[in-house]
């Protein structure tokens, strides 16, 4: 109880004292920015770029320091204890149904965390929901293969995989030998996956990550091959072939929104509480931005207009 | 206990940098030395993927399980093309300093490295995404069709996007006065509406959902809140 009450209490001063960096730094630098502002009125973006705090970036820094404190509070709320209500998304409901009928098949499970490094968000993302299917698959015994395109991913790929397995209670039937890499060129790894697709016909498979050109390949061959496809990805060019193709897309922000949802932490949803928030923010941005602008029409000189010009500048850049 | 918090303080102090050095001038060095570290990391995580490669491949072979064949041609071809670019066999002199060996250029098509990227790697790779064409074809077969109200939609779209892209929308609108005021319904201009108005503000909002997603994601990463891509063990 006591070590509870300890990690709990010093999670929230973490909590806490990071919150206060990440506004306190952009805080800093948009006052910077109203004082550089004042003392050089002309040519001060072109000097922005050469000072010690890029002035230039400041709405960027405010608008940082909104979407932080909006997900910040979010978590403090979720740890107040409130009930919190997030919409469920049919794509992760449909987890246990796919993987529930590999195991029916007697078929394997395949997961493609992306074609990126860990550098890249998505593939971070791609990795926590692994963890998840990684659970359910140790649950039923079902088979689960992982390629990788990237060697430092295969290594999360093992642990994340790894922990799954711990937390489903079933630590011996982890098998790392189902976790590779393959090749870091992105059309070797495609052909190399889609082969083994075509070879082992996988009853479901995930694509969670990064994609590009290889999205609608791999989602076209799991659709030959009659396997659930469930996919997530942030890439907004690459969302379309994956609506058109898989069973399940989770779109742009949904499949941030995954890894929390799946988690059902309660910090975690509390994040989603803080993002919806953010959203809020910009879809009011954009109402006051669009009425502004249509009035400012009508007297391109006014206040009005200028107010709505620096909207823009803020929120669109 | 150190397993875990260790890399949740690493990737914190990295997160914080990599955001501070965007609105700091002299933390760009810092962030740098960040990438530095993570590339120092990626070539040690190389020599285990390529490890785990040959351990995969080998096994293949030797119990000669369904597709062994292809594990023999990767193999081969990995150490080719590694024995090849690493000793730079072949390789054009380079006229400033002929004698020494390692100073030629490699990747010339002129050198066995290059003509094998040229050559072999180039094509194998364009075969692959000249793939993606029939693919294409396939998915809009399943995508187009009118099924209910939104795929009706689509399927409209499409035709009004696909005729304007190729010369039958020219032909078959282009008579229209562009001056005049039935000039939207020209196959080009639904394609301009369509793409730079209704699209663009789809995207726009794809978009937004996606900035937010990354910070909210970014955040939980960086105050150890999310911790599933560690190892329980």
Known sequence: MMREIRERSRSTMLLAATAAAAIAIPCCIALAEGAGDAATPAGAAVAASDSVVRTDRGPLAIAIVIVCGAVIGGIMLARTGRPLKIRRLAALDAVDEAIGRATEMGRSVLFVPGIQDMTDIQTVAGITILGRVAKTAAEYDAKLEVPTCRSIVMAAARDAVQAAHFEAGRPETYNEGNINYLTDEQFGYVAAVTGSMVRDKPAACFYMGAFYAESLLFAENGNSIGAIQIAGTAEPSQLPFFVAACDYTLIGEEFFAASAYLSGERDQLGSIKGQDFGKLLAVAAILIGCLLATVGVFAPEGAIAHAAETIKTTFGG | MLQRTIPIAILCLSGVIMIVAYFVSFAVSWSETVNVWFNILSAVAFVLGAGNLLAVNLEKISSRRPGWAYAAITLVSFFFMLVVGLLKLGAVPDPKNPLIHFAGDYETSASPYGWMYEYVFSPLTSTMFGLLAFYVA????????????????????????????????????????????????????????????????????????????????????????????????
Do not use: C
């Open chain 2, 138 to 233: 396939s998915a809009a077969f399943r995508a187009f069709r009118a099924k209910n109200v939104e795929s009706i939609l689509l399927l409209g779209t499409a035709f009004i996007i696909l005729i304007a892209q190729t010369a039958a929308g020219m032909f078959l609108t282009g008579w229209i006065p562009q001056d005049s005021v039935f000039a939207v319904l020209r196959f080009d201009s639904l394609k301009v509406g369509i793409t730079e108005h209704i699209q663009t503000a789809g995207m726009r909002a794809i978009t937004i959902g996606i900035a937010l997603g990354v910070a909210a994601t970014s955040l939980r990463l960086i105050l150890g809140i999310d911790k599933s891509y560690l190892s329980k063990n």
